[in-house]
């Protein structure tokens, strides 16, 4: 059984910073392809970035690009959201989720279907 563990959810001002993190059961951790996703109450769940098994390959939300930093510590099974100049609109319950992709490139790994193990998610809250 895979299981993703989110922590480091909270209540921040806008412009302030929080860091993320995704502790994976360890054997899967190196051969898949991580990404977060996000949702807003009322909202459909969203993609936020991803990381290649690698952790070469890196893609991100048009949203966030400039922001929030997507890494990873395979020594450690864990991968990392490092968030930046946080806004209101970025208020939600963020997800980590798993995929078994080889590809080098996760350019196209924006599509929640796409991916096989899911986290329970941690809220993360921007006050204005």
């Known amino acids: 059984q895979v299981q993703l563990e989110e922590s480091g959810g909270g209540l921040v001002q806008a412009g302030g910073s929080l860091r993320l993190s995704c502790a994976t059961s360890?054997?899967?951790?190196?051969?898949?392809?991580m990404g977060w996703f996000r949702q807003a109450p009322g909202k459909e769940r969203e993609f936020v970035a991803a990381?290649?098994?690698?952790?070469?390959?890196?893609y991100y939300a048009d949203s966030v690009k400039g922001r929030f930093t997507i890494s990873r510590d395979n020594a450690k099974n864990t991968v990392y959201l490092q968030m930046n100049s946080l806004k209101p609109e970025d208020t939600a319950v963020y997800y980590c989720?798993?995929?078994?992709?080889?590809?080098?490139?996760?350019?196209?790994?924006?599509?929640?279907?796409?991916?096989?193990?899911w986290g329970q998610g941690t809220q993360v809250t921007v006050s204005s």
């Open positions: 360890g054997r899967i951790f190196g051969s898949y392809a």
């Open positions: 990381i290649s098994w690698s952790g070469i390959s890196r």
């Open positions: 989720a798993a995929a078994k992709v080889a590809a080098p490139t996760v350019v196209g790994l924006t599509s929640g279907g796409k991916y096989d193990y």
